[in-house]
């Protein structure tokens, strides 16, 4: 099984725009979380998504926003950025990963790293 | 509210030494306990977790932890660092598999030749 795959990587851009970035969790897995990782705030839960609805949610604005499609695959949306929204995005799928060693938990993809400027 | 301390947000060690990490959570719950590994530019990779039963988890590249509630302690450690272990760790707590993780601020672990 492929890992989990978060696209695109980098991403630039300048305060007000929106950006949507996507996450595809590793096959069979049905919950998808996103956490935000920044220098001063660490590592910050968005939001967790489980067949289509939002299961849970963190301490973020209204401007944060996501999504779960049929194929479990999810998107994330920032509207009106701000220069504070620059970080390290951060999908993880929860499930058996594909070696099977570590049973079920959750498995991290390798973020996008947005930039506002 | 849940939370994780890890102390120290810098660790240095010699190469060959003995690597331990500490993190202590807040809870009342027996919480599930896990350990990740950052390098530069990449995701989170688990090394190890604690859910029930034994208390001394084994993890992947010879990590291991041990859970105490007493303290409500889930130190890392390593007998012997190797120059591949130095990453950032994260302690992270959780009170439902699968569900929202709570994670330390992390500690950078560097290894002196």
């Known amino acids: 099984k492929a890992g989990v795959t978060q696209t695109p990587r980098y991403l630039i851009k300048t305060r007000g725009q929106q950006v949507t970035l996507s996450c595809s969790p590793i096959?069979?897995?049905?919950?998808v979380s996103w956490y935000q990782q920044t220098p001063g705030q660490g590592l910050q839960f968005l939001f967790e998504?489980?067949?289509?609805?939002?299961?849970n949610k963190g301490n973020f604005p209204g401007r944060f926003s996501g999504r779960q499609f049929s194929n479990s695959r999810s998107e994330m949306n920032v509207s009106t950025l701000e220069l504070g929204d620059s970080a390290l995005y951060l999908c993880?799928?929860?499930?058996?990963?594909?070696?099977?060693?570590?049973?079920?938990?959750?498995?991290f993809g390798p973020g996008t790293r947005l930039l506002v400027l | 509210a849940q939370s994780v301390t890890q102390l120290g947000s810098h660790v240095s060690v010699s190469e060959g030494a003995l690597v331990l990490l500490r993190c202590n959570y807040s809870?009342?719950?027996?919480?599930?306990l896990f350990w990740y590994v950052q390098y530069p530019n990449q995701g989170l990779q688990l090394l190890l977790k604690?859910?029930?039963?034994?208390?001394l988890v084994k993890g992947i590249n010879g990590f291991e932890a041990e859970f105490k509630k007493s303290e409500t302690s889930f130190h890392l450690t390593k007998p012997s660092a190797h120059m591949s272990d130095a990453a950032e760790y994260f302690c992270?707590?959780?009170?439902?598999?699968?569900?929202?993780?709570?994670f330390g601020q992390g500690t950078e672990l560097s290894v002196k030749p």
């Open positions: 096959s069979g897995h049905r919950s």
């Open positions: 992270a707590v959780t009170y439902n598999q699968g569900g929202k993780l709570i």
């Open positions: 993880a799928s929860s499930g058996v990963g594909t070696s099977g060693l570590m049973g079920e938990t959750q498995y």
């Open positions: 809870s009342s719950v027996p919480p599930y």
């Open positions: 604690y859910t029930t039963g034994a208390t």
């Open positions: 998504y489980f067949s289509e609805t939002q299961r």
